[in-house]
């Protein structure tokens, strides 16, 4: 019997068509989010799980179940954080959870960048002005931004991502600083003309542009506050492309309100999608709506990715993207 898999949103066609061919699947064509109830059920009803960021698996989904009443066995998350899945409760559950890293480190560098260029060169609210028929010709005064080529550029978090983002950073020629829980070692600073600072502080207050390529999760929640934005060049500008529980959003608004800052760039968000309305009247910031892996290419790779997850596990093999243990 071919095991039950459950996918929670609509998935590209073509990854569609490959899981239904494996899998027993039931799929999501009308793609609105399961509601925690309808998820806590799915626990009792198939092998797998397929998640996304907007199912919200926190400990209330899984309370109370017994071990030996839950029918899955593996969480495969289309998606490379996770912070959106209680990992003790599903490891107490005996349940394994993957995730698909490396396919969208480079589109979600790509709109770091994206975003750092538009926040720099004012680019959201250009089209604004022109859209809107105020656009009155060029001038010299006219809508000046902040040059980006040869500024320092600081990299929270030196994974995959933070590397990618680095590597495009190195193409304008950036000082490139970063700062990681762990070590880097020397040989992959030098790779990508990196250099390691030991603490956030200095990483804020040295940088012209900080972007956040950090897990999200309780450990960074509020990870970038009042104090750190405090540190940062009036002249600095945030971005986001990692989760948007990593920067308190009441502290964001307020520097940027008072110019303390002079700019973020945001594709993620606390409360993703009902986010913070003070945002929205804010022209020094860049606005998307979590757009990291959106191109064809990978969100396609991401869905095989966590085909091949969930195929090993149920051959009986090492899943290649655990990130979490039973045991
Ligand atoms: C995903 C992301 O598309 O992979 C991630 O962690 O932030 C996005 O790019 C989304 O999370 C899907 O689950």
């Known amino acids: 019997m071919k095991p039950s898999v459950l996918v929670t949103r609509k998935w590209p066609t073509s990854v569609e068509k490959k899981l239904a061919e494996l899998f027993d699947v039931t799929l999501n064509s009308v793609d609105e989010p399961l509601s925690q109830a309808q998820m806590r059920n799915a626990l009792f009803d198939h092998d797998a799980i397929l998640t996304t960021v907007t ?27 996770f912070s959106h899945i209680d990992l003790a409760s599903a490891k107490r559950l005996g349940i394994v959870v993957t995730n698909t890293p490396d396919v969208l480190s480079e589109c979600t560098a790509d709109i770091a960048v994206m975003l750092m260029l538009m926040a720099a060169r004012r680019a959201g609210e250009g089209e604004r002005e022109l859209r809107n028929g105020e656009w009155t010709g060029w001038r010299p005064t006219h809508m000046i931004g902040h040059k980006v080529s040869q500024k320092t550029f600081g990299i929270v978090g030196f994974g995959r991502i933070g590397k990618a983002a680095a590597q495009r950073a190195r193409g304008f020629d950036m000082d490139i600083k970063v700062y990681n829980r762990s070590r880097i070692a020397q040989a992959v ?8 600072l030991d603490s956030l502080d200095d990483l804020f207050s040295q940088s012209d542009f900080v972007s956040l390529h950090c897990p999200g999760g309780a450990e960074n929640t509020h990870l970038v506050n009042q104090r750190l934005l405090g540190l940062m060049k009036s002249s600095g500008f945030l971005i986001n492309t990692a989760r948007g529980e ?50 064809e290419t990978t969100r396609d790779s991401m869905g095989y990715r966590v085909i091949d997850n969930i195929s090993a596990f149920f051959r009986e093999l090492p899943p290649p993207d655990l990130v979490s243990l039973t045991k």
């Open 189 to 196: 600073l030098d790779e990508y003309g990196a250099t390691q």
């Open 55 to 81: 199912d919200k698996l926190d400990a209330s989904v899984f309370d109370g179940i017994k071990p030996s009443e839950v029918k899955t066995r593996i969480i495969g998350n289309y998606g490379v954080g």
């Open 246 to 295: 990593v920067v308190d959003d009441e502290a964001l608004i307020s520097v940027l309100k008072n110019n303390q800052i002079a700019g973020a760039g945001l594709d993620v968000f606390n409360n993703e999608p009902l986010i913070n309305k003070a945002y929205l009247a804010l022209d020094n910031v860049v606005l998307l709506p979590h757009l990291g892996s959106a191109t």
